[in-house]
């Protein structure tokens, strides 16, 4: 198992940046698939951006191109969400998830406890 915690929310006024970052503990960080999601108020959880094991291969939900980076380091058991251009529909509390599967998109096993991002216009 590997347990995740997340950190680097706030408020932030559109235009702005935030990094968010996953600290990772338990089982071998590099095992695991990682990714971002977000959860806006009213609305249903989506996956944002995501980044596999070596960090070779990166997915990223339309909205976000050009303006999100996700990143890793396998040796700190960290992941980053680098977040630029930020607008308010980007609000939403931002989970980092785990999976044992290979692919960037499918289930997501481990959860941490999410980080507030607000943006405000």
């Known amino acids: 198992q590997v347990q995740l915690v997340e950190s680097g929310g706030g408020l932030v006024q559109a235009g702005g940046s935030l990094r968010l970052s996953c600290a990772a503990s338990?089982?071998?960080?590099?095992?695991?698939?990682m990714g971002w999601f977000r959860q806006a108020p009213g609305k249903e959880r989506e996956l944002v951006a995501a980044?596999?094991?070596?960090?070779?291969?990166?997915y990223y939900v339309d909205s976000v191109k050009g303006r999100f980076t996700i990143s890793r380091d396998n040796a700190k058991s960290t992941m980053y969400l680098q977040m630029n251009s930020l607008k308010p529909e980007d609000t939403g509390v931002y989970y980092c998830?785990?999976?044992?599967?290979?692919?960037?998109?499918?289930?997501?096993?481990?959860w941490g406890q999410g980080t507030q991002v607000t943006v405000s216009s």
């Open positions: 998830a785990a999976s044992n599967r290979p692919s960037l998109l499918e289930v997501y096993d481990y």
């Open positions: 980044i596999s094991r070596g960090g070779g291969s990166r």
């Open positions: 338990g089982r071998t960080f590099s095992s695991y698939v």
